[in-house]
């Protein structure tokens, strides 16, 4: 599964779980800049095949709204620093890959 990073989520985050899922990118990096709309990010991701990963809970109005693509996979409660962040995203990878097969549109991780 292939991310894109929602800009409230650190760049860095690609450095620890890109690895796992090649092909992710961060919003910014395709000129999504600061004060794009998130519909336009959803449209970028349903556009590319990216499942957009977020601590925005807008997004979850979005799929509950208008469905996948894109799937959501929300940071729940994201005020944590980034390697915690990136230790929720590794420690779910089993269940972020079946995620990618579900009929779901929205996957919540939250910090344990």
Known sequence: MKLLLDENLSRRL??????LFPGSIHVASVG???????????????AN?????????DFVTLANTL???PKVILLENCDYP???AAQIIRDSFV???????SQSSLLILRRS
Request: hydrophobic content about 35%.
């Open 14 to 19: 690609l450095d620890s779980v890109g690895g």
């Open 32 to 46: 999504l800049i600061s004060g794009t709309s998130d519909r336009a990010i959803w449209d970028y991701g349903k």
């Open 49 to 57: 095949g990216l499942a957009i990963l977020t601590a925005d809970t």
């Open 67 to 69: 469905g996948p693509p």
């Open 82 to 84: 980034t390697n915690v």
């Open 95 to 101: 269940a972020i890959s079946e995620f990618e097969n």
